[in-house]
């Protein structure tokens, strides 16, 4: 309880920050999206990390109103890149099954793409937003993309039945779970359930995402595997977005 109290102080405070995880387009190279992971900078304690907070407002009404500032501060951090200058991109935000199934999310969404296109937001959720409520998500992301909106399917080959949700619903990227490319390396089954999650997801005209690209290795392979974009520590780590324009003018 709290925690919960403390919780609340920090949203009306704005406490909370965005770190942004840079992807890149695979066959470019150029860096053209980042990914919003929110932080608390605690006034006493530093930094805290998502893990510490996110599921103690899943249990309430808190992660409704953190879900809505980090859209619409991740969408202003993004039109405040290109009015400098420094980049248009496009902004991924993770989203829980409960924030995913908000019937207030779609008009929350429409007052934050009055003045950015909805292309320039892709929303993460994860398989089990399907498990939960199949039927209510099916109607969010076609609502989503109704916008220009894309979702992606996060951590995608960890859960259940993904095969299945690959065709029902209009998921546009398909987001590899880092555990499948760890083992690429001196794997020989790992490189064909990559190589061929990449195919079976291009012939449904989805685009693949590998996360957790943290050698030359992953990357060369993944290259040669046709997958259209990486994220990972080998190419950025998360970035505060206090220090974003610093380093997107540096161009480093
Ligand atoms: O940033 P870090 O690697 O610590 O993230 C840990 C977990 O927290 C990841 O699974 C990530 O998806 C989740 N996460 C980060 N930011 C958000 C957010 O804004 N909303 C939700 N629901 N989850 C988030
Ligand atoms: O669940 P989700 O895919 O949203 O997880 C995002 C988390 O993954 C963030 O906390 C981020 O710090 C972490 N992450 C990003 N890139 C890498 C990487 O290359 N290796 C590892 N181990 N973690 C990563
Ligand atoms: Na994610
Ligand atoms: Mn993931």
Request: hydrophobic residues 40%; negative net charge; charged residues 25%.
């Amino acid at each position: 309880l709290e925690l919960e109290s403390e919780l609340q102080t920090a949203l009306d405070q704005e406490q909370f920050c965005l770190f942004l995880q840079p992807k890149f387009d695979l066959v470019t190279g150029v860096l053209d999206s980042f990914e919003a992971l929110v932080r608390w900078r605690h006034p006493e304690k530093g930094m805290i990390m998502p893990n510490h907070f996110i599921p103690q407002m899943e249990e309430g009404e808190l992660i409704f109103q953190l879900g809505r500032w980090v859209i619409s501060h991740g969408l202003n951090i993004i039109k405040g890149l290109e009015k400098s200058g420094l980049g248009k991109y496009k902004l991924a935000v993770n989203l829980s099954a409960r924030q995913f199934c908000d019937d207030k999310l779609v008009d929350y969404l429409k007052d934050c793409l009055s003045d950015i296109s909805g292309d320039r937001l892709e929303l993460e959720i994860t398989e089990n937003v399907l498990i939960h409520s199949s039927g209510l998500a099916a109607s969010v992301m076609k609502q989503a993309n109704e916008l220009g909106v894309t979702v992606a399917l996060d951590d995608f080959g960890t859960g259940y039945s993904s095969l299945s949700y690959l065709r029902q619903l209009p998921v546009d990227v398909i987001k590899l779970d880092r555990s499948f490319i760890a083992p690429t390396e001196d794997n020989q089954e790992s490189r064909m359930i990559v190589e061929s999650v990449i195919d079976l997801a291009h012939k449904l005209n989805k685009t693949v995402v590998a996360e957790g690209i943290e050698t030359q290795e992953h990357l060369t392979f993944l290259q040669n595997s046709r997958c259209d974009s990486a994220q990972g520590f080998l190419l950025s780590k998360p970035i505060d977005e206090i220090d974003l324009p610093d380093i997107l003018a540096k161009g480093e």
